[in-house]
């Protein structure tokens, strides 16, 4: 087996995640309580009780799906002791990401989301924004739209997904652009907070910066494949920059699995954290790999690995 753990992005979260894995594992209620602690909050009681409006702010829920993800991982290494041949996380997943491969302690994983994660809301306050998403059609004519009214790809997820950001008049006039053309199935406008991974995030991302310049990061022990570059970072500076790049970058989510599968050999995909996005764009991508999600006590009790 050689297996790349992923981890869970931005709305992936729903009250109640984790709670299950709190109660049955004393590794996951570990990470819960620190959470708690390092935050000075009980960001674990917002987790379990809500309410929603609550825990979707940026502030709220980047540091909840990364604290449930990383019991989850805690969890799942309770039973079994299987290191993987690379890691990927969708945008805020990244973190995740890091964390499993040993580039920064959970602490300061969850203290830079904390800031990554106020820093966006800040954003999306001061530069309003949306995203829509495309399903099929070529990726180079919805890039030539876009371009054509100045529009961002947020997101290239798997065959015939892509995501667009930016200012809500210009998604709309790419939703009316697009619609009809050759191979584009469907236009769906999304119900977000405003226009991530575009442009409008920009500010957020540099002010990120000295955040990330101050933490403790070290190189990972294993290849982590990163959103704006779909590539393993070859120094620790490079590996804060593509941190602070990917709060305004496109994520390259297909280019990294293609990419890991041809230089780690990845045969297996391990989800950990709320949902099953990114098992389901694996399903896409590589339809033969084995796909596990680590999403609640029943799912892990119900995970069989292969070894050999």
Not at 263 to 290: N, S, Y
Request: hydrophobic content about 45%; proline content about 4%.
């Amino acid at each position: 087996m050689r297996a790349i753990f992923v981890f869970s992005g931005q709305g992936a979260q729903t009250v109640g995640m984790g709670r299950d894995l709190y109660d049955s594992s004393a590794a996951a209620r570990q990470v819960f309580d620190e959470a708690d602690a390092v935050l000075g909050r009980k960001l674990s009681d917002l987790i379990f009780n809500g309410p929603m409006e609550e825990l979707t702010r940026s502030t709220n829920c980047q540091t909840a799906i990364y604290t449930t993800s990383c019991a989850a991982l805690a969890a799942f290494s309770e039973k079994f002791a299987l290191e993987p041949a690379a890691c990927a996380g969708l945008s805020l997943g990244e973190y995740g990401a890091l964390y499993a491969a040993g580039a920064f302690d959970f602490a300061t994983g969850l203290k830079l989301l904390d800031r990554r994660g106020a820093l966006m809301d800040e954003a999306c306050a001061k530069f309003p924004g949306t995203m829509a998403s495309v399903l099929g059609g070529d990726p180079a004519l919805i890039e030539e739209v876009c371009k054509s009214i100045d529009l961002d790809v947020a997101n290239y997820n798997c065959p015939g997904q892509l995501v667009l950001s930016g200012p809500q008049e210009k998604i709309d006039l790419a939703v009316a652009a697009l619609q009809g053309k050759e191979g584009v199935r469907k236009v769906v406008p999304l119900a977000v907070a405003g226009g991530f991974h575009s442009r409008l995030m920009r500010e957020a991302g540099e002010k990120l910066r000295p955040a990330l310049d101050a933490a403790l990061i070290s190189m990972p022990r294993v290849a982590v494949y990163h959103n704006y570059s779909a590539s393993v970072a070859a120094t620790t500076q490079e590996l804060r920059d593509m941190l602070a790049c990917q709060v305004s970058g496109s994520v390259r989510w297909e280019e990294s699995l293609r990419r890991a599968i041809a230089e780690k050999g990845i045969d297996t995909v391990i989800e950990f954290g709320p949902g099953a996005v990114l098992t389901g764009l694996a399903k896409r991508i590589a339809p033969e790999f084995v796909r596990i999600n680590v999403n609640s006590a029943a799912a892990l009790a119900s995970v069989v690995l292969n070894q050999e």
